[in-house]
């Protein structure tokens, strides 16, 4: 457990730069939502905030799908990997270093939302936990990205990842059907994406039991695959 | 005693991607690395050095074969608590040196004060205790190169496995490190060095394997084979530079290499030329002669073995 730590906290110590730019990106719309009228304009921040939650899910998968290929193109992952580090346990790192970073996102996403989202109506209660929702479907993003990334070069994984997500959300779209669940980060977004200044709180634990059970399901196939890769061949 | 490092028949092809061909990096490579000598692996670029202790740190799965090291299966996570590792082209995280050290350290298991004490002792071996406060982001190669020797030693490890620990090191550190090297062996613990610095080679391993496109075309200790199985040196005195040919002079003694064949014959000589024998020795080679004699194939230089 301390080494899926240590990798995780070297990997925040990695990103701080884009995790930097992500929060002050979040700060400063709060800021600005705080200078106009919020009580006239309160659509349109809640429009912004729901622009944001796609940035985080986008974030997470570029975060998942680069991770590996970043230290393996700078050969750090040789230094790391020739320590007591197992591939399972430095995959739990890497996936862990994401989920810190998405939720200091997250958490500054529902800090500076109930600041000013709550200042025009919107439930704090239900904003919270829409945010417990939107960290569930980043994180489950985030290991269908990290997962892809064991075999594939991280365009590769992104887009990957983003059919992986993206088609059943479709199907169910356009046809119906429970098929967006095999997956759920759309189930999971649907209820921020859809969000108004009227929806009442329901909270949807299975979903959020399915996720995490989906998440240590892809975390396990993505270590199957990586015990099994070369890691010191040319990423080039 | 047990081998510390052994490989049995270990192949390796790497496939090209986007086409058939397949690069063959090691073929039927077999090696026992015993417990406290510094063993010297040698080869030009593309030899398969690398492949070969990638194979041991588990980088990579052997396309058929197998190896142990420390008694366990290559890849073994617990086992590489007891081993140190210096890579090729040393790549760190950007932090300060003590801070990289004890995060190395701490990924073996290492922890709290014992763990500080021994990352400023081992930046202190390698000559840069007065910089472990310095982020490593503003090192040069040699000094990169010495941080990444500190961090494979932080744990006091029974093997050391080293690619290329000295090459852009200065001669002062490159000092360091051969002390460095010589006093781990002499507690007991096990060296494997791939190196292209022969001269370093032949300072200090006990043994040394060279390969070439992926096979091991030499294996024995660093005395025997720079020793010539041909010729001998005798150094005479008393005699005319003349008695032989080929002969040099050197403060009047008369030097001679003649063939393990004829050295009595030769001896009789001097002595019926009314000389002396000074010395007899077997002719050495130098470690260089005997690596560009073993490497020297027409395929040379085009690194591993292709094969479709």
């Known amino acids: ?236 | 005693m047990p081998a510390v490092l052994e490989y049995e028949n270990v192949n390796k092809e790497y496939s090209v991607p986007f086409t058939r061909r397949k690069v063959r990096a090691l073929r039927d490579f077999s090696l026992v690395v015993q417990p406290g000598e510094i063993f010297g692996f040698l080869g030009p670029n593309g030899a398969g050095k690398s492949t070969a202790i990638h194979l041991a740190m588990g980088f990579m799965r052997p396309s058929s074969g197998r190896g142990r090291m420390l008694g366990q299966v290559f890849g073994n996570a617990r086992t590489r608590k007891r081993v140190g590792f210096l890579a090729e082209n040393v790549s760190l995280f950007h932090r300060p040196a003590d801070s990289l050290v004890r995060f190395y350290g701490a990924l073996n298991g290492m922890s709290g004060k014992h763990l500080a004490t021994r990352a400023l002792e081992v930046l202190n071996e390698v000559g840069l205790g007065a910089e472990a406060k310095r982020n490593v982001k503003g090192f040069s190669r040699g000094m990169l190169q010495r941080v990444g020797l500190a961090q494979a030693i932080v744990n006091d490890p029974e093997l050391l496995i080293l690619d290329e620990p000295t090459s852009a090191l200065d001669p002062r550190a490159r000092v360091i490190v051969r002390e460095l090297l010589i006093d781990f062996r002499n507690r007991g613990r096990t060296i494997f060095l791939s190196s292209h610095l022969l001269s370093e080679v032949e300072l200090v391993c006990d043994r040394v394997a060279v390969l070439n496109q992926g096979k091991l075309v030499r294996l024995g200790t660093t005395s025997s084979l720079l020793e010539s199985n041909h010729e001998t040196e005798i150094i005479a005195r008393g005699i005319p530079p003349e008695t032989f040919n080929d002969s040099t002079v050197s403060a009047g003694l008369v030097h001679v290499h003649v063939p393990v064949g004829e050295q009595r014959a030769a001896i009789e000589r001097v002595w019926q030329a009314g000389g002396e024998v000074v010395s007899l020795n077997p002719v050495r080679k130098s470690l260089e002669e005997l690596f560009l004699e073993l490497t020297n194939t027409p395929e040379n230089g085009s690194s591993s073995e292709t094969v479709a």
Not at chain 1, 140 to 146: E, F, H, K, P, Y
Not at chain 1, 178 to 193: F, M
Request: glycine share 8%.
């Open chain 1, 1 to 236: 457990m301390r080494n899926v730590g240590l990798i995780a906290v070297s990997f925040v110590r990695e990103q701080r730069w884009p995790i930097f730019v992500l929060l002050l990106w979040v700060v400063g719309l709060c800021v600005i939502g705080l200078t106009v009228d919020v009580r006239r304009s309160r659509e349109d921040v809640l429009i912004i905030f729901k622009q944001l939650v796609v940035y985080g899910v986008a974030f997470a998968i570029f975060f998942g799908g680069s991770a590996i290929h970043n230290d393996r193109r700078s050969r750090r992952i040789l230094a790391v990997l020739s320590k007591a580090v197992g591939r399972k346990q430095y995959l739990c790192g890497l996936l862990t270093g994401i989920a810190l970073a998405l939720f200091l996102y997250c958490f500054c996403m529902g800090f500076t939302g109930s600041w000013v989202l709550g200042q025009s109506g919107f439930s704090i209660p239900l904003l919270w936990y829409l945010m417990i929702c939107f960290m569930a479907a980043c994180l489950l993003s985030a290991a269908v990205a990290v997962l892809f990334s064991t075999f594939l070069s991280p365009l590769f994984a992104t887009l990957a990842s983003g059919l992986f997500l993206g088609i059943p959300a479709l199907i169910t779209l356009q046809f119906g059907g429970k098929w967006a669940y095999a997956v759920p980060v759309y189930p999971l977004l649907g209820p921020l994406l859809n969000a108004s200044f009227h929806q009442q709180l329901r909270l949807e634990w299975p979903l959020l039991f399915l996720a995490a059970l989906e998440m240590v399901g892809l975390w396990l196939i993505a270590s199957w695959i990586f015990r099994r890769r070369d890691i010191a061949v040319s990423v080039e």
